[in-house]
């Protein structure tokens, strides 16, 4: 990960000034961040292993019981120029077997009308259905509500139900993989221009997490997506991307039992998401109830 300048120079190539300066500020953060993990070690009062933390992809790891978690996510797109943010925050119910979440989504459409505004809210719940080393199975069931505005395409106008099904497994003390595959279904979904008709999506994902110690991981995720958008006259065209997202996150442990846990991400388009690049950035709160 330790480049000199020279070396960053030679991946950014001969972008446009404005994206090399951005893009140089985001490369020396992500070396910031190991050099800050490699000291860590001296803030923590106690040792607690990273465990649910991925970007793209959902893990199979339920919330501790009387614990709480709260995740922050922003991702910006380079060739789109679009970016994404949610806040979630998980709870179990009242153990690790059942657990409520919800998310709140809020993006940038860049093109053609440059539209900001929060997205349709995810009602989730996950249960844990096999959670014994080294293997984890947690499906989760999704109510989406209807809140993002459809007239500037930042919202369905309609309900809908998604599903994911998580499954990890530890390899060995120093690898772990998760897998994810799962359907969205929304009854009515609407175009900016008023048009409806029932939309269907897939997704599916793969992720090896190496981790140097239980504090710094090194991830590299793929998440691969299929969506319909519906047109004008109400019929229905189907989209895909596709992201490999190679990364880093650690964690800072505080005897009260405050986890922290920043992560810096540089996803990079392949297939139908070809030339496009970006940047994403994670940070999750993880603290007892009481």
């Given at each position: ?72 996510f922003f991702q910006y797109l380079n060739k789109s120029r679009n970016w ?134 090194l991830i590299c995720e793929a998440a691969w997506n299929s969506f319909e ?45 070809k030339d496009e690049r970006g940047m994403l950035t994670y940070l999750s ?6």
């Open positions: 990960m330790e480049k000199k300048k020279n070396s960053i120079n030679a991946i950014l190539g001969t972008r446009p000034a404005v994206d090399q300066y951005f893009w140089k500020r985001a490369l020396w953060g992500a070396l910031t961040m190991v050099a800050i993990s490699a000291g860590q070690a001296g803030w923590a009062e106690e040792t607690k292993k990273i465990q649910d933390n991925s970007f793209l992809l959902e893990e199979a790891y339920n919330q501790e019981p009387g614990v709480i978690q709260h995740i922050q994404a943010y949610s806040f979630t925050q998980e709870w179990p119910v009242p153990g690790q077997t059942h657990q409520l979440s919800y998310t709140i989504p809020v993006s940038h459409l860049h093109e053609p009308d440059k539209k900001t505004g929060p997205g349709d809210v995810a009602l989730n719940y996950r249960y844990q259905l096999i959670f014994k080393d080294p293997m984890a199975l947690t499906p989760r069931l999704s109510l989406l509500l209807p809140i993002g505005d459809y007239k500037s395409g930042l919202g369905s106008d309609a309900l809908g139900w998604q599903t994911n099904i998580p499954l990890s497994v530890e390899l060995s003390d120093k690898w772990v993989t998760h897998w994810n595959v799962g359907a969205t279904f929304v009854s009515g979904s609407r175009e900016p221009g008023g048009a409806k008709a029932d939309t269907l999506g897939f997704n599916y994902g793969t992720s090896f997490i190496f981790l140097v110690s239980e504090n710094f991981n958008a519906v047109g004008v006259d109400g019929t229905r065209t189907r989209g895909e991307n596709f992201f490999i997202n190679p990364g880093l996150r650690f964690a800072v442990n505080f005897k009260s039992g405050l986890q922290i846990v920043p992560g810096l991400a540089f996803p990079v388009g392949a297939g139908p998401s709160l993880e603290h007892p109830l009481f």
